[in-house]
Nanobody, 123 residues
Framework: QVQFVESGGGLVQPGGSLRLSCAAS????????IGWFRQAPGKEREGVSC????????YYADSVKGRFTISRDNAKNTVYLQMNSLKPEDTAAYYC????????????????WGQGTQVTVSS
């Protein structure tokens, strides 16, 4: 079955960096676009970044542009999110999922989600 395992979160000071990983299984990974999403307590889930199946198309939310970098390794069935210059407002649980990309926006393709990885930015 489709599975995602997110990892790499933790507690970091403002201005610090983290690298999140999203390991996928149960489907033909290199045929799917993948997106990162985040959800903070009391807030709606928001899209952070997405990458097309080949890696040739990448989009970011305005709030993370210039600070986050998404990449994928299709040989390892893994998508990464390098997060630099972290801010307290980046604090959230981060999730990855298969996505549709349309008009420079991305939407969950289905309802398969991992358990998420918690990122906390605090001094």
């Amino acid at each position: 079955q489709v599975q995602f395992v997110e990892s790499g979160g933790g507690l970091v000071q403002p201005g610090g960096s983290l690298r999140l990983s999203c390991a996928a299984s149960g489907f033909t990974f290199d045929s799917y676009n993948i997106g990162w999403f985040r959800q903070a307590p009391g807030k709606e889930r928001e899209g952070v970044s997405c990458i097309s199946s080949s890696g040739s198309i990448i989009y970011y939310a305005d709030s993370v542009k210039g600070r986050f970098t998404i990449s994928r390794d299709n040989a390892k069935n893994t998508v990464y999110l390098q997060m630099n210059s972290l801010k307290p407002e980046d604090t959230a649980a981060y999730y990855c999922a298969r996505v549709k990309i349309y008009n420079r926006r991305w939407y969950p393709n289905d309802d398969y989600w991992g358990q998420g990885t918690q990122v906390t930015v605090s001094s």
